[in-house]
């Protein structure tokens, strides 16, 4: 892809992002979205580097934290809007919530609100590719508070001796809620420990979409030449707490000065400024926007119309 155009659409995909998770926190406290929110700001740049760099054919399994990863496959936000608002309009017609987005026709087959859970499905869509010779990768989403779960250890166990097409995406703020990680692991490199299980092993701290892009690309080459599952350890900055739309410094638990160090390398404006350094005048650029601002806000209109499901709906689409 030519470079400006890359540029170009990793910004519309961190700026629809970000947009997006503003406009939640927007019209949150009014309480018509039924569903508590885990939002990803700050974290853009992985959700949009990743996601950009993979193909069709290539499943992707996310966290509760999914909503980046979410509009970065799929670009697409009525849907997104519907299911926050717990109308017949979402994408799991007001059952699934913020925490467990899916997408089937994308390849984007699920999330999950507890941790490490959806690192033995995406391994398990691993094995069937493998299996039944089919093309793409499986791409998995984790934060770190998922290294303390067997699952993840399992199943990079398994990933590695069967030589399985996974990419396990270690998305790292140091934090597991509250919990610092100097609290909760002993080890001093989780990709020291990882690279010794036979594994392709990338980390990278830059919160530039085009260098995750890039990395992604560089894992996705090396896991088709030698076979090996690859292991990303990508670091970011949680810009708001936990879960809710507030900032939290004042709980002690993380700092403010922190979060202003890592608000001057803000994925969003970085991208920006790159677009503005390479040519793209602020015209082209606003022009984007407002494009994205007008889907969004249509989005939400929608949204807001749209009925809630039948009473009877609640027992369809449980099981398959």
Request: include cysteine; charged fraction near 30%; proline fraction near 3%.
């Amino acid at each position: 892809m030519d470079k400006s155009k890359l540029s170009l659409e990793l910004y519309k995909k961190v700026y629809l992002i970000r947009k997006s998770e503003e406009t939640i926190i927007k019209y949150y406290m009014d309480d018509d979205m039924k569903t508590p929110v885990h939002l990803s700001v700050g974290e853009e740049a992985i959700a949009a580097g990743v996601c950009h760099a993979t193909g069709k054919d290539d499943q992707i399994y996310g966290t509760y934290r999914n909503h980046g990863i979410y509009l970065a496959r799929t670009g697409e936000t009525d849907n997104f809007f519907g299911e926050l608002y717990g109308k017949k309009t979402g994408m799991a017609k007001g059952k699934a919530g913020s925490m467990h987005m899916f997408c089937p026709e994308c390849n984007f087959l699920g999330t999950s609100a507890i941790v490490a859970t959806c690192i033995p499905l995406g391994l398990g869509g691993a094995f069937a590719k493998k299996y039944k010779k089919e093309k793409g990768l499986s791409f998995v989403f984790f934060g770190d508070g998922a290294l303390e779960e067997g699952a993840f250890w399992e199943s990079l166990n398994f990933a590695c001796l069967h030589k399985l097409p996974i990419i396990f995406v270690c998305e790292d703020n140091g934090l597991a809620i509250h919990s610092h990680i100097k609290d909760r692991q002993s080890f001093k490199s989780i990709t020291d420990i990882v690279s010794k299980f036979g594994c392709n092993v990338f980390k990278e701290k830059s919160t530039d979409p085009e260098v995750i892009h890039n990395l992604t690309l560089e894992a996705i080459k090396k896991q088709k030449e030698n076979g090996k599952p690859c292991f990303m350890h990508l670091k970011y900055y949680r810009y708001l707490e936990h879960v809710g739309i507030n900032q939290d410094f004042k709980f002690g638990y993380r700092s403010e000065d922190e979060f202003k160090k890592w608000l001057k390398v803000d994925p969003v404006n970085l991208q920006r400024k790159k677009l503005l350094k390479i040519g793209f005048s602020e015209k082209e650029i606003k022009k984007v926007e407002t494009e994205i601002d007008k889907q969004i806000d249509k989005s939400v209109e929608l949204a807001e119309k749209a009925p809630f499901p039948d009473c009877e709906e609640v027992l369809t689409d449980v099981y398959s």
